[in-house]
């Protein structure tokens, strides 16, 4: 999963994304975000997931429903709360091997760290189509050639959309 985020300083997102990470896992969904806003009644519980070919409406009910069974029977968020269960955006940053391998075949802007952008010879900014994606780099085409990027070296990146 890449992220857990809250407006509070306590652990309540690590909490639900391990609480409900295996949920999604059952119903094959990766667990891609868990954010928790608000306090006492005005609590919303945000989950961004994703699947091999994306997610429908169906699937995404499912989950927020096998998803919402879990919370109230374990009552890990005090009170009640909102459950939103959507799937990333087109334009979400992809930062980890699994982001990039959803997209081979795309063409995808790859963003360098500040640091690795200062190495002599590198280019900061990558842009072309992903062909390969393995635990340790990206392989991008540029103009017939293809461009390893290495994961560690990788801000982020982004699918370039055609409009």
């Known amino acids: 999963m890449s992220g857990t985020r809250g407006t509070s300083g306590d652990d309540l997102p690590a909490r639900v994304a391990a609480l409900v990470s295996p949920v999604a896992e059952a119903q094959d969904v990766d667990l891609v975000d868990v954010e928790?806003?608000?306090q006492g009644n005005r609590r919303v519980v945000r989950l961004v997931a994703d699947a091999e070919g994306g997610l429908d409406v169906d699937r995404i009910a499912a989950l927020s429903r096998a998803v919402?069974?879990?919370?109230?029977a374990d009552d890990v968020i005090p009170g009640s709360y909102t459950l939103e269960v959507t799937s990333p955006?087109?334009?979400r940053p992809m930062r980890s091997a699994r982001d990039f391998r959803r997209n081979v075949g795309r063409e995808v802007r790859v963003v360098r760290t500040k640091e690795a952008a200062q190495a002599p010879d590198v280019k900061g900014e990558v842009r072309g189509t992903l062909v390969a994606v393995d635990d340790d780099q990206v392989t991008v085409e540029v103009s017939g050639d293809e461009q390893q990027v290495p994961l560690a070296e990788i801000d982020h990146g982004k699918v370039v959309l055609p409009w």
């Open 36 to 38: 928790v806003k608000g």
């Open 68 to 72: 919402g069974e879990t919370l109230d």
């Open 89 to 91: 955006g087109a334009d």
